[in-house]
């Protein structure tokens, strides 16, 4: 409303001079507030308690054949040891420069050359690798070294002194998803560089998946708080019990056939923090549209497939990494004659809460 026609009006309760009168004795209460460092609940509320989920986080596909050579030639600029991780983070697009993929992780293509060492650390934050490229590197994660094949899926539970390396003749490259954003938030980080570089190996490669993934467990010994049961669970011992599934039907509308990474101890998620599934999308598979509240990151291990979203569509084929943000439908369709497909969230930090909620 201009000033003069503020002037026509009677100035009467209901009339735009009036409501002109309150907004502006409003804002100068705001302002007297505002220096006690308060603030008035009713201008935010609405945003402060959504309806529904609202994200800043957009829907985003890193395709392995453009990030494999900008990865590797972070080889020739970088060593290992230098960088301490030589890492490139898939930052969500609408996120930029804050070293996240969803305001809750971390996400990042790690690349390690052959005789090189990532150096012994430990840390707040909690990992995840998933192997996309590569085969006979490994991860030592408290005193037991893990040899690594494409598709593995290793963790390093928080605090986990880790150190890797490369001893095998090629390349390697995998993801590594962190939780990082979430111990940020909580501003709750430690972390600390551990004298030697490499840890000597306490446990043979496989001790922790023989112990505690065989359907039987450890007379009287429970894992510690730091070190959680099982480092690796190798592609080769999951994907065919994906094939198992299919053959026997069990195959989620949504989802296709899947298992869910656990945690033998307590059967509950693989970290606290961060869960992850392994599915089969059988070929033909069109999925029924899904959403829940916890965005998730995709990972194509096999085949090739499409993710429907509202007003896009992501393409992938093996080694590609898409991110869908929560609580947005998405619907699967697998391209290929077999198709798999890794995904990752913060389900379980959620389920904690008692906050985690999915829509069919
Ligand atoms: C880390 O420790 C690793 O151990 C990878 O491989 C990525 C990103 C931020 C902080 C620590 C690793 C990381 C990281």
Not at 188 to 209: I, K, T, V, W, Y
């Amino acid at each position: 409303m201009s000033v003069s026609s503020a002037r026509k009006s009677s100035g009467k309760a209901g009339t735009p001079a009036a409501s002109k009168n309150v907004e502006a004795s409003r804002r100068a209460y705001y302002d007297r507030i505002s220096a006690y460092d308060m603030a008035p609940l009713w201008e935010v509320l609405r945003d402060l308690v959504p309806r529904e989920p609202v994200t800043q986080c957009v829907p985003a596909i890193w395709h392995f054949k453009d990030a494999r050579p900008l990865v590797a030639e972070a080889g020739e600029l970088i060593t290992a040891k230098e960088a301490e991780r030589r890492v490139l983070v898939l930052e969500n697009p609408a996120l930029r420069g804050k070293s996240r993929i969803t305001q809750t992780l971390y996400a990042g293509l790690q690349l390690i050359l052959p005789g090189e060492i990532a150096p012994a650390h430990r840390h707040s934050a909690s990992a995840i690798r998933f192997v996309l490229d590569g085969e006979g590197a490994y991860t030592a994660v408290e005193g037991e070294r893990t040899t690594m094949q494409r598709g593995d899926f290793v963790i390093t539970a928080n605090w986990a002194a880790h150190d890797h390396g490369n001893t095998s003749k090629q390349p390697m490259i995998w993801l590594d998803v962190l939780d990082l954003p979430t111990i940020n938030f909580f501003e709750a980080g430690f972390s600390e560089h551990l004298n030697r570089e490499s840890q000597a190996a306490e446990r043979e490669d496989g001790d922790s998946l023989s112990r505690f993934g065989s359907g039987v467990l450890p007379d009287g010994e429970a894992p510690n708080r730091i070190r959680k049961p099982i480092i690796n669970y190798p592609y080769a011992r999951i994907r065919p019990i994906l094939d198992r599934l299919k053959r026997a039907g069990d195959v989620d509308r949504s989802h296709g056939a899947r298992v869910r990474y656990a945690n033998p101890w307590t059967g509950g998620w693989a970290t606290p923090t961060m869960g992850a599934h392994l599915s089969l999308l059988p070929k033909g598979f069109a999925g029924e549209p899904y959403r829940s509240t916890d965005g998730t990151i995709f990972v194509c291990v096999e085949g090739e497939g499409a993710t429907k979203l509202d007003g896009e569509t992501l393409e992938w084929s093996p080694g590609d990494v898409f991110v869908v943000p929560p609580w947005q439908r998405y619907a699967h369709r697998a391209l290929g004659e077999t198709t798999v497909l890794f995904g990752i969230s913060d389900r379980p930090a959620q389920e904690a809460l008692g906050i985690w909620r999915e829509d069919r």
